[in-house]
């Protein structure tokens, strides 16, 4: 146990990812191949939070694809809490999602038909443990609460403001309370003023149940709220002051 | 309750049933719902209908008979029939029917209308099983009665009675009877329904038949011995009779009462069954387009809930238990719209058949859910299975997943597909009654399905190519209208083509049974000479024929010809005997059975020609070759196998009669006039017994003639062809809007299958056009575009409809009805027309979202 305590709790070495870039997908060849990802490593301890940042293109939304384990890569491994997810086939590496991981989306991915509380809700039903129904649901409502939305629990998204349904994304990313949260340009589809409240709640959910944060944006003030900032180019990582400055510690 | 994974898990349906009814209420299931509620609603409203004549015939055969046993014949039935049942000591009873003409009035000086009945003269006991029912007037519900009329009585159907313009207390006549009516007839347990009799009912004590003078030499009467007790005397009566029949007497059980009927019943399953698998098909092609739109909708759902961790089983499970739920929904829906369908079936066959139907059983309420399982299991499930494919990364990246989960087939997609097409095998063979024919309608049905399905495919691309060519050559405006309409029409080819496809086939039904039933009826009366006889008097006897003569040259209708008939069995061809086990052919083993009408002349009728060998009164002949020749119809002739040269012998009047086949004959048996299958010449039959029939023209006016010839011979049978004939017409009517009935589920099915069409691309078109009209387009260009696009497919529909409807009329005015056929311009006018306007409103009304939504929430939503 104490083992795994003082493991990272990510840890990817020399990740790669190459698609094809031919019309004729059956047909593959080196010369037709698109490098988006080029010998990645990362290293990521428990309770950090990491933003990746880069231009557009650079390959962010696809190295947090592969290291949340929403797809593959074509080299390279990557170790999720101990585990090597690319040993695990598609339905253990959706458990282990289930398990561990939490997300939040740019464009806040609510189900249309689901209230604010069934959105928070989901998680933990889709989760195969002994959580109740009952226990469910208190949950759901103690994380509305938190982020403010007690009276709009029984609302679907389409009758929620963006700042509202990034919340109630941010209450379903903690109610399963992941070891991991990757949110992907959280802050991208609202306005400065309530990305500001969105991300407030965000990095105090954070700190109180210790989760640990990688973030992938374009807005440098957010990605200075992070302990360590890396910046992707062209596929690769390329150091910035703030990433030496954690790597030292 | 805690949350586990499995197929029962609480988590796993609470899930399910909650976007089920989620998807509900966004609209995302209806056109799915009622494709199912369609298909099984069609199938039980056929299913409950057959099911109900079925129920009648199985657990009331009893009293479909009047009787556990009947011995039927067309002689008087030998004493050992009577005398074996007395052994076995059963209850019995007798009837006797036939059709003779009843004459309204109290007496000879004041005798009013007469019309043709169906007299039944019944016996003491009548009816063993069941009862008869009896009103004091007409338009009064009868009640059940244990009475029978009395001697001297009468008990009248209430169509006769109106007929007659009598009353009950009346008088009427029928042949030398004078006999008073008591009470008006409203049931009959074995009386069949109005498609097996040409007259209303009469009935009569049996005691006064021989006083009617009515049944004679020639004449056609029914003789039934009834037969009630215990199942095993029954058995006994049964088994000891049956040694003894003579030919033409049969035994009929409840189990095989009213073979008629039966006959009837098993073409209406067929013949509507199967019209109703033809919307079941598109229902289920509706089903399969707006599942496919589901699973596509759905996309963003399961890889939201595969990012969360739901694995492939669960993502399968919480769909799969979502459509089981909806075809549970659907089913008990279809079959409650099923049964309410059914009175309408009912009200339009029903009564030809059998009058009073059963409750019926709940064997069309299995098949409506099976249907419902069926349709969903097999047409709705396969693309929602795919959505277990759904990759988790599409949360992040959408467009480069969009195709994966529609390439690759998994085995449960394809078992789904097999259970859906057994669903459809298994329901032709149920509808067909039989795995072979099952098997023959099933490949007439695909080909039938590929013909229509090419042409519908080169029509719709030969419509597009034909207004590019048009538009671009010839038009002078620029309208884009034109080209945004043809866009959308073969922007999904495959979806226009089934559209065509299913409203050809409801318009071609319609079609058909409007506008080239009316051509064939009107082509077939319009065939016969204005003066084709409209009366036929029959059991004129030997001693009557010079009065006869005489009164209608009184009456000025001086060329009215008698024809003799002498009845004869046939017992030997070629001096091998004939029985009814000799033929596979069911009309050759009925005509074996039954007694031949056989005639005499000495010239050819009007209407006959020799086909092969020679008339006798031909002067080519010289000798006479046979002692006794035959000419015979060459249809009959065929259908027993005869040819020229052939010993035919006969038993006439209990003695053995045989003639060589001398010549064949064709017959024009639709000129009206009497007919014979076997002619003699002249004074070869005259010394058996003989009654003469005769036909003729009798104008409107001139009815007054015949009231006055029953009156002077009251044994004389007249009837009314016409009246015949309206019955006929009534007949095809009522069976040709019960299968229009039937089809109107097709075109639901086809009006769903647009709606599933139009909602599949509906995500498309509002993108387009609010895209067009923030560039400027008006909305009336818009409309114009969509009314392009609807006009067109239902044009194209009408056209297809109305060649195959074309096609099938000439096939049937060639084949069945021996006449032209004249293509019907109205017939295209209005597929075309019809087609277009119904369609094209349809199609609008359906699409009127994607020009009044307001441009900037559509570009704001998608």
Known sequence: MKDSVNQPILLVEGLGKTVANHANHKQVLAEDALVILHDIDLCIQRGDSVAIVGPSGSGKSTLLGLIA????????????????????????????????????????????????LEN??????????????????????????????????????????????QRVAIARAFVSKPSLLFADEPTGNLDTHTGQQVIDFMFELNREQGTTLVLVTHDHVLANRCARVLELQDGQFCSTAKTAKVEQG | MAFSSGFFSPGTWR???????????????????????????????????????????????????????????????????????????????????????????????????????????????????????????????????????????????????QQLESNVGDSLQLGYLLLRITAVLTY????????????????????????????????????????????????????????????????????????????????????????????????????????????????????????????????????????????????????????????????????LVIAELPAPSWTPVWVGLLVAMGGVLGFALPPVLQLRDVPALRVLRRVAVQSAITRRLQPATILAYCIGFIMLV????????????????????????????????????????????????????????????????????????????????????????????????????KGMPEDA???????????????????FAQKGMADVELFPMVRGRLTAINGASVSEQRYEDTRARGLAAREFNLSWADRLQVGNTIVQGYWWGDGSRTTNRFPYEFSVEEGIARTLGLALGDQLTYEIAGESFTATVTSLRSVHWDNFRANFFMLTPPGVLEAYPASYITSFFLPAEKNGTLDELVN?????????????????????????????????FTLAAGLLVMSAAIQSTLDVRLHENAVLRALGARRRRLWQSLAVEFFSLGALAGLLAAFFASVLGFVIADQVLNMEYLLNPWLWMLGLLGGGVGVGLAGIIGTRQVVNSPPLAVLRKL
Not at chain 2, 533 to 551: D, K, S, Y
Request: glycine share 8%; aromatic share 8%; charged share 15%.
């Open chain 2, 426 to 525: 298994l329901l032709v063979i149920y509808q067909a009654g039989d795995v072979v024919l099952g098997g023959i309608l099933l490949s007439g049905l695909l080909l039938a399905s590929v013909l229509l399905w090419t042409a519908a495919t080169v029509l719709t691309w030969g419509l597009k190519y034909f207004l590019q060519y048009f538009l671009t050559h010839f038009s002078q405006s620029k309208s884009s209208a034109w080209h945004l309409g043809l866009a959308n029409l073969t922007r999904n080819r495959r979806a226009s083509t089934l559209q065509v496809m299913a409203f050809g086939v409801g318009l071609m039904v319609l079609l058909l049974l409007t506008i080239v039933r009316g051509d064939l009826l009107q082509g077939w009366a």
């Open chain 2, 533 to 551: 006889p409209n009366r036929f008097v029959i059991n004129i006897q030997t001693q009557q024929v010079a009065e006869i003569r005489n009164f």
């Open chain 2, 712 to 744: 002077a011979f009251p044994n004389l049978t007249v009837i009314d062809l016409t009246a015949i004939m309206d019955q006929v017409k009534l007949i095809i009517e009522r069976v040709s809007m019960a299968v229009e009935f039937v089809f109107l």
């Open chain 2, 15 to 161: 899930l399910s049933l909650r976007m089920l009814g989620r998807d509900w209420r966004a609209g995302e299931l209806r056109v799915l719902l009622i494709a199912v509620v369609i298909a099984v609603a069609c199938v039980t409203s056929v299913g409950f209908f057959t099911d109900r004549i079925q129920q009648a015939l199985n657990h009331q055969g009893g009293e479909l008979l009047g009787a556990d046993l009947r011995v039927v014949a067309g002689h008087p039935l030998p004493a050992r029939v009577r005398d074996i049942a007395v052994n076995y000591g059963l209850r019995s009873a007798e009837t006797r029917s036939f059709r003779s003409m009843v004459q309204a009035g109290d007496s000879e000086d004041a005798l009013g209308q007469s019309r043709l009945a169906e007299i039944k003269a019944v016996s003491l006991g009548y009816p063993l099983r069941g009862a008869l029912k009896v009103a004091p007037t007409r338009f009064v519900k009868g009640h059940v009665t244990q009475d029978l009329p009395k001697p001297g009585e009468v008990w009248v159907g209430p169509q006769l009675l």
């Open chain 1, 120 to 165: 928070v809700m989901l998680p933990l039903e889709l989760q195969e443990n002994n959580t109740t129904y009952a226990q469910a649901r208190q949950q759901a409502e103690e994380l509305l609460a938190r982020v403010g939305l007690s009276e709009r629990e029984h609302h679907y998204p389409g009758q929620l403001s963006g700042g509202e349904q």
């Open chain 2, 188 to 351: 009959e347990p074995d009386r069949s329904g109005d498609m097996f009799s040409i007259a209303p009912r009469l009935l009569i004590n049996l005691d006064d038949l021989p006083a009617s003078g009515l049944i004679q030499e020639g004449s056609q009467v029914h003789y039934r011995y009834l037969v009630a007790g215990e199942p095993g005397a029954i058995a006994g009566y049964r088994q000891a009779l049956t040694p003894h029949l003579q030919r033409g007497e049969n035994i009929e059980g409840a189990e095989d009462a009213r073979p008629e009927v039966r006959f009837a019943m098993q073409r209406a399953q067929q013949f509507l069954g199967l019209a109703a698998v033809v919307a079941v098909m598109l229902a289920c092609v509706a089903i399969a387009m707006a599942a496919r739109r589901y699973a596509q909708r759905h996309l963003d759902t399961c890889a939201m809930l595969r990012c969360f961790g739901a694995s492939q089983r669960r993502i399968n499970h919480i769909f799969l238990l979502q459509l089981l739920a909806l075809s549970l929904i659907a089913g008990p829906l279809g079959i409650v719209g099923g049964f309410l369908a059914q009175e309408g079936l009912v009200m339009l066959l029903g009564q």
């Open chain 1, 69 to 116: 384990g929403l797809d593959v890569p074509t080299c390279g491994t990557i170790h999720l809490d101990g585990k090597n997810i690319l040993q695990l086939n598609e339905d253990e590496r959706a458990a282990l999602r289930g398990e561990k991981i939490g997300f939040v989306f740019q464009s806040f991915q609510l189900l249309p038909s689901f209230t604010a």
